[in-house]
């Protein structure tokens, strides 16, 4: 069973950047699709960006052309930089694993998920 595990969450001002991290351990789900979701406080989860196997990367439009997902083999370690983070940005985000679903955003499909972490974004 692959678990993932998210860093480098924290607290920046608006117009700043950060880098997450999520580590996969090795597992037997194939093929695998990473992506990155996020929960605001009172708001439903929502789907960020989601890597194919062959590392072709989709973005959610509030995010485009802000974060980048990217990923490093054979460690399977998945990156989401944010850059001019907005305080909308804000949110406990979470790595998944699985496969793909056309209704990916919902979180269908996934079926492995980290415990998140939380990025604070202040004006």
């Known amino acids: 069973q692959v678990q993932l595990a998210e860093s480098g969450g924290g607290s920046v001002q608006a117009g700043e950047s950060l880098t997450l991290s999520c580590a996969a351990s090795?597992?037997?789900?194939?093929?695998?699709?990473m992506a990155w979701f996020r929960q605001a406080p009172g708001k439903e989860r929502e789907g960020v960006a989601i890597m194919s196997p062959g590392e072709i990367v989709y973005y959610a439009d509030p995010v485009k052309d802000r974060f980048t997902m990217s990923r490093v083999n054979p460690t399977n370690t998945v990156y989401l930089q944010m850059s001019d983070l907005k305080p909308e940005d804000t949110a406990t985000y979470y790595c998944?694993?699985?496969?793909?679903?056309?209704?990916?955003?919902?979180?269908?499909?996934?079926?492995?998920w980290g415990q998140g972490t939380q990025v604070t974004i202040s004006s």
């Open positions: 090795t597992g037997t789900i194939r093929p695998i699709y």
């Open positions: 998944a694993a699985g496969t793909y679903s056309p209704r990916w955003e919902r979180g269908d499909g996934m079926k492995v």
